[in-house]
Nanobody
Framework: QVQLVESGGGLVQAGGSLNLSCAAS????????MGWFRQAPEKEREFVAHITRASSTYYAESVRGRFTVSRDNAKRMVYLQMNILKPEDTAVYYC?????????WGQGTQVTVSS
């Protein structure tokens, strides 16, 4: 079982930045592919960004060029740097860990972008 704890959410004005963090409990962290997803009110959870265990990165079209995902295996952390935030980025952001066909989720952190 992997526990994931997100932090760094908050209220920010449009055009601002936030840096989300996700701490993982597993000592096998380097084996995991890690992702960020988000869910806005009354909407489906959607993919935001993904970083493989080899540190290849992938982004949703809506955030490419504004968001950057990174990881620190020694600290068992994954990050999501979010720049040029827009009101439509408002959502609960979730961290995901994937390895060997198993998914784990964090509890989420709220990001609110005011116009």
């Amino acid at each position: 079982q992997v526990q994931l704890v997100e932090s760094g959410g908050g209220l920010v004005q449009a055009g601002g930045s936030l840096n989300l963090s996700c701490a993982a409990s597993t000592r096998s962290f380097s084996h995991y592919h890690m992702g960020w997803f988000r869910q806005a009110p009354e909407k489906e959870r959607e993919f935001v960004a993904h970083i493989t265990r080899a540190s290849s990165t992938y982004y949703a079209e809506s955030v490419r060029g504004r968001f950057t995902v990174s990881r620190d295996n020694a600290k068992r952390m994954v990050y999501l740097q979010m720049n040029i935030l827009k009101p439509e980025d408002t959502a609960v952001y979730y961290c995901q860990a994937l390895w060997n066909g198993k998914y784990y989720w964090g509890q989420g952190t709220q990001v609110t972008v005011s116009s």
